[in-house]
């Protein structure tokens, strides 16, 4: 069963922080809070974490659309090809935000995502997301709670979250209720820059 930890935004417990790194690192899944939806997630260099999210979500892991967290900018190079001036200014301008940009992927990826052309890279606006994944030291694999069949928006409250979930995560992080509503996703490894989903980030940022 998982463990229910309360963490606060403003000020992130570094005890708190350390034991879900320790899990992160362990292979575990992790529920954690973003400055959108509450999402799932795992070291992105842990196949058989990665794996279990994939049975979670009923897809094949080659198959697998997630995106990565990560704790800022400085962390692009190392998995996405040299980007130009422009799409730099659009990355300054929005991030940290509730964004999700799709980026051409270099050979840096983990062997999992290697066969992709490109990745979903997101740098929240969260304190509790980015101390968990400086202090990891890799990005967090993210993908959303929400069940594809669920006629119910995004859950918001981190008790339900650990009530319907408790038994196929290892820790679930309340962070204090989350918003319903997903990240903003926009292509970038196309010109002009397409719009795949408009969510909680505007616009003016293109």
């Known amino acids: 069963m998982a463990e ?83 799409t730099f200014k659009i990355l300054k301008r929005a991030l940290p935000g509730p964004y999700t940009f799709i980026l051409p992927g270099n050979n840096n990826l983990p062997k999992d995502f290697k066969k992709r052309n490109t990745v979903g890279i997101r740098v929240p606006d969260n304190t509790i997301a980015h101390t968990l994944v400086s202090e990891l030291g890799n990005p967090i694999v993210s993908t ?23 038994n196929l995560v290892d820790v679930v992080i309340d962070g204090g209720y989350g918003d319903n509503v997903a990240s903003t996703v926009i292509d970038l490894s196309v010109s002009p820059p397409e719009v795949i989903r408009e969510g909680k980030g505007n616009l003016d940022i293109l």
């Open 144 to 166: 959303s709670i929400r069940d594809d069949d669920d006629v119910l928006e995004y859950t918001t409250d981190p008790e339900l979250i650990f009530e319907k979930w408790q």
């Open 4 to 86: 229910f930890i309360k963490i606060y935004d403003e000020n992130p417990n570094p005890k708190e922080i350390a034991k879900v790194v320790k899990v992160l690192r362990d292979g575990g899944l992790v529920i954690y809070p973003t400055d959108t939806v509450y999402g799932l997630g795992c070291d992105i260099t842990k196949t058989r974490a990665l794996e279990k999210i994939a049975r979670i979500k009923g897809i094949k892991l080659s198959k697998a659309n997630w995106s990565f967290i990560c704790a800022d900018l400085s962390n692009l190079s190392d998995y996405v090809k040299q980007i130009d001036t422009a």
